[in-house]
């Protein structure tokens, strides 16, 4: 998989800061919404595509999926979130928006503001105790992305894709998962991974993948919780 330009992420991180600070202004004054629109009589497409990274203050993966417009006039898409950092924080997001700035809550009280661009996505994660912890992720490559999937018992065999087309497959031995990951155009290698489980008990997951700097990947997740 080709690296990422270093001068890429260097423009990123000299201006995030004041990105953010645009970002807060639009989400902090109601004023999405009236971005959004500013962008559509401009003629700018939406976002639309998977975004995976780190939230390093939470020591956390986040992954966003902007879907494609329904009706390309409008521009209205669904978009989908998904917060772990393997133990206790597992945040779920969903929202309409017609528009790429946005600002939206999960099931617990944890929001998420996010303004999308082609290449990268930032924003803010605070929690539901006023802590804060900004992030930029970009977009998702090769075996990168959301992975549901089905833990199975002792022995099984799970397989996923994710959002892309990426094709998870592994074996279950004990509370560790082993198994490859390939790319949806199978362009590559298999990639090998091994997943330490939570919990023994099987379930529905969802995993997020994200390739580290040493090119292996990196892999955070949880039980959905039950209502």
Same mark, same amino acid.
Do not use: C, H, K
């Given at each position: #998989?080709? +690296?990422?330009?270093?001068?890429?992420v260097r423009w990123v991180l000299y201006t995030s800061s004041s990105l953010l600070a645009v970002l807060w202004l639009l989400v902090g004054c109601g004023a999405p919404q &009236? +971005?959004?629109?500013?962008?559509?009589?401009?003629? #700018?497409?939406?976002?639309?595509?998977?975004?995976?990274? !780190?939230?390093?203050r939470l020591d956390a993966f986040l992954a966003l999926v902007a879907l494609e417009p329904q009706e390309r006039e409008e521009g209205e898409r669904e978009l989908r979130g998904y917060l772990s950092d393997g133990r206790q924080?597992?945040?779920?997001?969903? /929202?309409? %928006?017609?528009? &790429?700035?946005?600002?939206?809550?999960? $099931?617990?009280? =944890? !929001?998420l503001y996010a303004s999308l661009a082609s290449e990268l996505t930032i924003g803010t994660i605070v929690l539901p105790n006023g802590e804060s912890s900004d992030f930029q992720i970009p977009r998702a490559s090769g075996i990168e992305g959301? $992975?549901? %999937?089905?833990?199975?018992? !002792?022995?099984?065999?799970l397989s996923s894709t994710s959002w892309s087309g990426a094709r998870l497959t592994g074996k279950r031995d004990g509370e560790e998962? =082993?198994?490859? =990951? /390939? /790319?949806? *155009?199978? *362009?590559? &290698?298999?990639l090998g991974f091994g997943f330490s489980v +939570? +919990? =023994? &008990?099987?379930? /529905? *997951?969802?995993?997020?993948?994200? #390739?580290a700097d040493d090119g292996q990947p990196r892999i955070k997740g949880a039980k959905i919780a039950e209502d």
């Open positions: #998989m080709p +690296a990422r330009s270093s001068n890429s &009236d +971005a959004q629109e500013e962008n559509q009589q401009e003629g #700018m497409p939406p976002i639309e595509g998977e975004f995976v990274g !780190e939230v390093p924080l597992n945040e779920w997001f969903t /929202t309409t %928006l017609s528009g &790429d700035v946005l600002r939206v809550s999960g $099931y617990s009280g =944890i !929001e959301v $992975y549901p %999937l089905i833990v199975p018992p !002792e022995g099984g065999e998962i =082993i198994g490859t =990951i /390939t /790319t949806s *155009d199978n *362009d590559g &290698d298999a +939570a +919990a =023994i &008990d099987e379930g /529905t *997951d969802r995993w997020i993948v994200v #390739m």
